[in-house]
């Protein structure tokens, strides 16, 4: 069973990406919209930044044949953009989370 993205949110408190959204601030992980504004780009000056943290603290969403994953790591394959956790990860812990799936015409939607 696959677990729905919400949970890994809920657990994890991505924080906020103060690079592209200087309302927050380094580190912030309280505010009212989960999802793109967590986003770092895989390239650039977020890379950089995402390649000084903790590895257990990485996520990356991934594309995969079901839709897009948030999977733990720092992936180079089918990235699309990257998480940094306020909680780190543990080995033992759920590694995988399904942010979207295609439906039957092949559109990403929300899960």
């Known amino acids: 069973m696959k677990e729905n993205s919400d949970k890994f ?24 919209v989960i999802g793109s504004p967590m986003y770092f780009e895989t390239y650039g000056e977020d890379l950089e930044y995402v390649k000084k943290q903790n590895p257990n603290l990485i996520w990356t969403m991934v594309e995969g044949d079901e839709g897009m994953y948030i999977t733990q790591g720092f992936h180079w394959v089918n990235r699309f953009v990257y998480l940094i956790a306020s909680v780190p990860f543990k080995h033992g812990d759920k590694d995988e989370y399904l942010d979207q799936v295609y439906d039957d015409a092949g559109n990403l939607t929300f899960e």
């Open 9 to 32: 949110y809920d657990k994890y408190k991505p924080i906020y990406n103060h690079i592209e959204n200087p309302e927050y601030q380094e580190g912030e992980t309280e505010g009212n």
